[in-house]
C-alpha cells in the first residue's frame, strides 16, 4: 500500500477510536471528525451544549505533510501518540509535536528527533498561514478564559478572511460600563503577525518563537519599523 494512502487510513482510524460522545451522561456532546478535501488535515471537535454552557473545544489536530511526516497541532489524548504511531512502522523522527510548553521542551524535542530546528517549519505558504491561524485562535481562547469574569463579557472576534483577530473585555464592573480590547492581531497574507493592541502583561513575542514563529514575522504596530513600512506604503499609492 502506497505509504501516503496507508498513512491517511491510520490517522482516519485514530480518530474514529477516539469518538467518546455523545454518550449517556453527555448526550448533548458531540465528537466531529473533519478532514480536508486533500486529506492533510485530521481534527477532532467536541461541539455541543453541557450544563447550559456551549462547548466547541479541538482534542486532535493532526496534519499529514506530502512527503509522508505526521505534524501534531493539538493531541489531548492520554496516550504516547509517537508509541502509537511506531506500532504501525512510523518511526519517531517522522513525527512532529508542534506544540510546545517551553523552550528547554523544544529544544529536548529536537535532540531527540535529531532535526534542524523548527522555527520557520512550513515551507508551504498556504500551510503556514493555517498554522498561524490556529496559534492565534488557540493562543486568544485561553486568554479568553484567563480573562473571563462574572461581571464581564470577553468576546473574541474573528473577520470573515481570518485576517483580524481581537480579544475585548465588556460589561459592567462596580457601576462603570468598561470597554477594553485586550488584544488585536492581524495575520497578513505573507504570514506576518502585526500586533496592533496588547493591553495585558503577556510576554507575546516568546510565546509565538516558543510556537515556531521567527521574531522576524512580528511587528508591533507602534514600533519605528512599522511606521516606515506603513510610509512606504503610503507613498507607493500616492506616486
Known amino acids: ?40 488535515f485530521y481534527l477532532q471537535t467536541t461541539i455541543g451544549w453541557d450544563e447550559g454552557v456551549h462547548v466547541c ?13 505526521i505534524w501534531i497541532h493539538e493531541f489531548k489524548g492520554d496516550i504516547d501518540f509517537s508509541e502509537y ?19 528547554k ?28 491561524k490556529l496559534i492565534l485562535k488557540n493562543f486568544l481562547s485561553k486568554e479568553r478564559e484567563k480573562y473571563e469574569r462574572n461581571d464581564l463579557t470577553t468576546s473574541l472576534t474573528i473577520d470573515q478572511d481570518e485576517q483580524h483577530y481581537v480579544l475585548s473585555e465588556l460589561g459592567w464592573h462596580q457601576g462603570t460600563f468598561r470597554y ?6 492581524e495575520l497578513k497574507t505573507n504570514g506576518q503577525i502585526w ?11 516568546d510565546y509565538f518563537w516558543e510556537m515556531g514563529l521567527p521574531h522576524s514575522d512580528l511587528f508591533f504596530s507602534q514600533s519605528l519599523e512599522a511606521k ?3 510610509q512606504n506604503k503610503k507613498n507607493k499609492i500616492i506616486s
Do not use: C, W
Not at 500586533?195 to 513575542?205: K, L, P, V
Open 180 to 185: 477594553l480590547t485586550l488584544y488585536h492581531f
Open 1 to 40: 500500500m502506497d505509504k501516503l494512502l496507508k498513512r491517511r487510513q491510520i490517522l482516519r482510524e485514530f480518530l474514529e477510536k477516539k469518538q467518546g460522545f455523545p454518550s449517556k451522561e453527555y448526550p448533548l456532546l458531540h465528537d466531529i471528525i473533519s478532514i480536508d478535501a486533500a486529506e492533510h
Open 85 to 103: 504511531l511506531l506500532d504501525y512502522g512510523i518511526p519517531n523522527t517522522e513525527v512532529f509535536f508542534m506544540v510546545y510548553k517551553n523552550q
Open 57 to 69: 473545544e479541538i482534542n486532535y489536530h493532526l496534519e499529514l505533510k506530502d512527503d509522508g511526516r
Open 105 to 132: 521542551e523544544m529544544e529536548q524535542l529536537e535532540e531527540m528527533n535529531k532535526i534542524k530546528p523548527l522555527l520557520d517549519h512550513s515551507d508551504n505558504p498556504i500551510h503556514r498561514l493555517y498554522e498561524r
Open 228 to 230: 516606515t513600512q506603513y
Open 195 to 205: 500586533i496592533h493592541e496588547n493591553r495585558t502583561d503577556a510576554d507575546i513575542s
